[in-house]
């Protein structure tokens, strides 16, 4: 899987070693396997017309071509360049392999770990790997065993997130702000996890498109009573799944004077789902209120930030730091202005991830 650099100097009888190249090539089937491992992140260097075709899974497009594309790079990264070259790679790809081949080189003289796909996504299509136009940013996590955990970020508060076979939906909407979810075009899903009754937060259109003949809707009391159905959790609650894992209720209220109005303390939920010891924290609508204190052991937490319905970004870096995740995602921020958070926490051993959760 290494770019060996010739040895010209063998051929004149001299002691000289071979170099490696700053980036590594891989074929499609290694790609493939790092791709599908946590902690990889999926870089397409193509044209945006390009990448509209047809791309790999959760790749992020930015065009190498761009003369800001190092600085594009590195905010889509959303982390620090020691952190992203000690624990993650960048599998970077074009149409041929020529391109990525220049971004890997580039990547790699900024500390990443880059490697570049062989033969492009036209050697992809060749080996019959599959590319999709969805253009949802994913994250790919293991859990404990082994088994592979995906978070396709929709929209602000809306997570699709797959498991061994299942589909878990985190409220799902169908339209917000310029933006249109196409749940038409995803799976029935296995399980519906709802906060509360806001609209950002409670469609029922996407709860009609999305519910199947086994699909179980979880959500708080208030949500049920308008709809009719669903199973309710209050906060403390916990169940034990029929797929593999347990979800908890938490609180997720607000605190500040003037905002109470909000989410009032009691009503809404946030949840703690655990999968084969994945530990996934989705706080909902809330502030940094004293019970995250109570919350341990998270490995992924995504939390909101947009003033004045729920977090400021320092409440945000206040709660993370309390609830210590491995990796944050930053979510339901609107317009609120997150760049920052990652330098925030550059020395609290919290990665963070930033994503599209306008």
């Not at 900024?110 to 080996?127: D, M, S």
């Not at 999709?132 to 997570?159: N, Q, R």
């Not at 519910?211 to 308008?226: E, F, P, S, V, Y």
């Not at 979510?331 to 997150?338: F, K, L, M, S």
């Amino acid at each position: 899987m290494k770019k060996i650099i010739a040895c010209f100097l063998a051929s004149l009888g001299l002691n000289a070693a071979c170099a490696q190249a700053s980036y590594e090539n891989a074929d499609v089937k290694e790609f493939a396997a790092l791709t599908d491992g946590p902690n990889v992140v999926v870089l397409d260097v193509r044209t945006a017309d390009e990448y509209k075709e047809g791309h790999i899974a959760g790749a992020i497009n930015i065009d190498q071509a761009q003369s800001d594309f190092i600085e594009k790079a590195k905010a889509a990264l959303s982390a620090d360049k020691k952190m992203v070259g000690t624990n993650r790679h960048i599998a970077v790809y074009c149409r041929s392999g020529r391109r990525s081949a220049n971004a890997a080189e580039r990547l790699a003289a900024e500390g990443y770990k880059a490697v570049n796909l062989k033969g492009g996504i036209l050697a992809w299509k060749e080996a019959g790997m599959p590319v999709t136009t969805d253009t949802y940013e994913v994250d790919v996590f293991k859990t404990k065993s082994g088994k592979t955990v995906k978070f396709h970020a929709l929209v602000h508060a809306s997570i699709r997130i797959e498991y061994d076979g299942k589909e878990i939906e985190i409220d799902p909407v169908t339209k917000l702000g310029g933006k249109t979810i196409d749940y038409t075009a995803m799976p029935k899903a296995d399980y519906i996890f709802v906060t509360h009754e806001h609209g950002d937060h409670f469609d029922k259109e996407a709860l009609k498109l999305l519910t199947g003949d086994k699909t179980q809707l979880i959500t708080n009391k208030r949500c049920a009573d308008m709809l009719g159905n669903g199973q309710v959790m209050n906060n403390g609650d916990k169940k034990q799944i029929d797929g593999g894992f347990t979800i908890e209720a938490v609180p997720a209220y607000n605190i500040s004077e003037g905002r109470t109005q909000f989410h009032p303390k009691g009503r809404d939920n946030g949840y703690i789902l655990t999968i084969d010891g994945l530990r996934i924290y989705i706080a909902g609508d809330t502030e940094d209120i004293p019970e995250m204190q109570d919350i341990k052991d998270i490995d992924i937490a995504f939390m909101p930030c947009n003033q004045p319905y729920t977090m400021t970004t320092e409440q945000l870096v206040k709660a993370a730091k309390t609830v210590k995740p491995k990796v944050l995602f930053p979510y339901h921020y609107g317009q609120t202005d997150v760049s920052g958070v990652p330098s925030q926490l550059k020395d609290s051993g919290i990665e963070v991830r930033i994503r599209h959760y306008e």
